[in-house]
């Protein structure tokens, strides 16, 4: 079945840095990623949608100068938290929409992100 | 706007019971319907997917039925099992290519 490879599984960061996750499709060609967010006990947000070639379409409420997100191939997608600061921490998830008609939705396996 | 809801938020039951696990939707304009689970700290894994067109899917123990036009589904779980343990999640997209909205979730905890 197809598989979203993300990496880092876990990040910790000092506050005022970058840092970036990256989804892959695996065996397949993810046209359009989401990217969720999740905290704790509660379930996921959606924060931004990313087609390839083009800009991503940020959910209301999510800073698109902080959340940075680029979708340059078919096959990867990446989000870059910018000048992180501790209320950034939190469970960040990719997806990728179905490759077929008849399949799910896959999701990475999420990144906990610490900033300290 | 697509809501979904999941009944109970939180079960509790002993090891062997078989269970029932409530998902609603409140716009039947469903491309399928997705079950997932997810264990703490970890990503989700996706359990049964119900094409819009279908009624249920059946994998093992689970079975997952849909009535798209009632905006419900269920999720049953027979012979529970200690390791059935986490939470689970339904989620819906209006299309192919829209995200998922996914309900709160139910916590499940089977006791040995």
């Known amino acids: 079945g197809a598989v979203v490879s993300q990496h880092p599984s876990w990040v910790i960061c000092k506050s005022g840095t970058s840092v970036k996750i990256e989804c892959r499709s695996l065996?397949?060609?993810?046209?359009?990623m989401f990217w969720y967010r999740q905290f704790p006990k509660q379930s996921l947000m959606l924060m931004a949608t990313?087609?390839?070639?083009?800009?991503?379409?940020?959910e209301q409420g999510v800073e698109k100068d902080k959340f940075l997100i680029n979708h340059a191939s078919l096959t990867l997608s990446t989000l870059t938290v910018t000048s992180a600061h501790p209320e950034d921490s939190s469970f960040y998830i990719c997806?990728?929409?179905?490759?077929?008609?008849?399949?799910?939705?896959?999701f990475g396996s999420g990144t906990r992100l610490t900033v300290v | 706007k697509q809501e979904v809801t999941q009944i109970p938020a939180a079960l509790s039951v002993p090891e062997g019971e078989n269970l029932v696990l409530n998902c609603s939707f409140t716009?039947?304009?469903?491309?399928?319907l997705q079950w997932f689970r997810q264990d703490p700290g970890k990503g989700l894994t996706s359990l049964l997917l119900?094409?819009?067109?279908?009624r249920e899917q059946t994998s093992g123990r689970l079975n997952a039925s849909l009535d798209k036009s009632s905006g419900r589904s269920t999720l049953y779980i027979a012979a529970s099992q200690p390791g059935d343990s986490a939470t689970y999640l339904c989620?819906?997209?209006?299309?192919?290519?829209?995200?998922?909205?996914f309900g709160k979730g139910t916590r499940l905890s089977v006791i040995a």
């Open positions: 997806s990728a929409s179905p490759d077929r008609a008849q399949d799910g939705y896959t």
């Open positions: 119900i094409q819009s067109s279908q």
């Open positions: 716009d039947s304009a469903i491309y399928n």
């Open positions: 989620a819906v997209p209006h299309s192919g290519n829209t995200p998922l909205v």
């Open positions: 990313s087609n390839e070639g083009s800009k991503a379409t940020y």
């Open positions: 065996d397949f060609q993810a046209t359009t």
